[in-house]
Structures are given as structure tokens and as C-alpha cells.
């Protein structure tokens, strides 16, 4: 009876060690299992993003509707005019070229636009409540930003697949607080601006969908 029982314990004993080395093993695979999703993110492109993300993450929410939409929508531009750069500086399609340009342009323009009203509206009233994410305009908010998850992509994606596969849940994004922003927001300028970017980013976003599917 000791001889089976030693040998059930040994046995018992292996398996526990064996257990315990693939255990060790799957935990350091897990540590370097982010090589394959953060290759992407060593690109001009996506590390624009990454750092919008980053930033607009960061960014300290006022309780004001008006004041809070156009200092993230100011960060939001600001990721959408570095990627745009990027894809001039690297990218090979001619029309994505040019729609890159034409980002950086309204974008930069509109950027100075919530500038001017940052500047003159330093000490807004608050008007909603930022904290209660799952209601109103700090719904709007905090949806708008899950919205713009990074697609993966490998070390052999072009530029061009890259821009267009980062601008889609980009302009959705924007899409999206523009709305919820024209539902809550209250500066008639700000209104004007949120429904021109509805109508020019769906347009946009139309473009990139359709070419996506015409370089597959």
C-alpha cells in the first residue's frame, strides 16, 4: 500500500509541476503576446492616434456642454490632421492624397474656430453632469471614445490601408459627439459646426469605405 502511494504522489507531484511550467509558460507568452497587436502602433499613423487617445483621455471635463464638445472636438482634429500629414508624407494613392489635404484644411480651420471659443468662454457654468456616463452628453462623450478602438494591423499594411482603416472609426466618432453634440449643445456657432461635420465626415467616410472595398 506505501509502494502505491508513494507512487500516486509522485505522480501527483509531476503533474503539479507540469502544471505549474505551462502555467509559467503561458503567463511569459502572455507578456510578449503585445508584439503582434503594437506593431501597428510603431507607424506615423497610428501612433497619431494612439496619442489623441492618450491626450483626449486625459483631458479634465468642465461639466459645460459647449466647452467640453469643442476642447475634445479640437482634440479630436488634431489627431485627424497628424494622421492626414502622415498619409502625405507616406501614402501612394493619389485620391487619398488628396482627401488628406483636404482634412488638414477644414480641420485646421474649424480647430481655430474652437480656439476662439475656448478662449472667450474661460469659466463656463456647468450644465450636465460628467460623471454619470451611462445619460446625456457624458454618454455621448464616453461612447464617442470607445467608438475609436485601433484596428490591428501587421508590419506589411500600407500606409494607404492604414489611414483609411484609422480615419473610418475616426470620422464615426466624430460623427457621433457632432450628434449627440447638436442634441445637447447649446452655442448657435458650435450647432452650425456639428451639423457641417455630420454632413462632411459621413461624406468622407463613404469615400474611404468605398475604396477599402475596391483595394480588396
Not at 509502494?3 to 509522485?10: R, Y
Not at 503561458?26 to 487617445?53: E, G, L, R, V
Not at 471659443?117 to 445619460?135: C, G, R, V, W
Not at 469615400?207 to 475596391?214: P, R, T, V, Y
Request: proline content about 2%.
Amino acid at each position: 500500500m506505501s509502494a502505491v502511494a508513494l507512487i500516486i504522489g509522485l505522480t501527483a507531484c509531476n503533474s503539479n509541476t507540469k502544471n505549474i511550467d505551462q502555467q509559467s509558460g503561458m503567463n511569459h507568452d502572455s507578456m510578449s503576446m503585445p508584439m503582434d497587436s503594437t506593431a501597428h502602433n510603431q507607424t506615423a499613423i497610428s501612433s497619431s492616434m494612439d496619442k489623441m487617445m492618450t491626450e483626449m483621455h486625459q483631458m479634465q471635463m468642465s461639466g459645460n456642454v459647449d466647452n467640453d464638445f469643442a476642447m475634445m472636438m479640437k482634440g479630436h482634429h488634431q489627431g485627424a490632421v497628424d494622421m492626414a500629414q502622415a498619409e502625405l508624407q507616406s501614402g501612394q494613392d493619389d485620391m487619398l492624397k488628396q482627401m488628406a489635404q483636404k482634412i488638414i484644411d477644414s480641420q485646421k480651420a474649424e480647430m481655430q474656430m474652437l480656439d476662439a471659443f475656448l478662449a472667450d468662454h474661460s469659466n463656463p457654468s456647468k450644465n450636465y453632469a460628467t460623471e454619470k456616463k451611462d445619460q446625456g452628453f457624458a454618454k455621448v462623450m464616453d461612447k464617442s471614445m470607445m467608438m475609436m478602438d485601433m484596428p490591428k494591423m501587421d508590419a506589411n499594411t500600407s500606409t494607404d490601408q492604414q489611414f483609411v482603416s484609422m480615419m473610418i472609426p475616426h470620422h464615426q466618432s466624430a460623427v457621433y459627439m457632432a450628434e449627440g453634440f447638436i442634441q445637447y449643445g447649446k452655442d448657435a456657432k458650435l450647432l452650425i459646426m456639428a451639423k457641417k461635420m455630420v454632413t462632411d465626415q459621413n461624406k468622407e467616410i463613404e469615400e474611404f469605405k468605398k475604396w477599402q472595398n475596391s483595394s480588396n
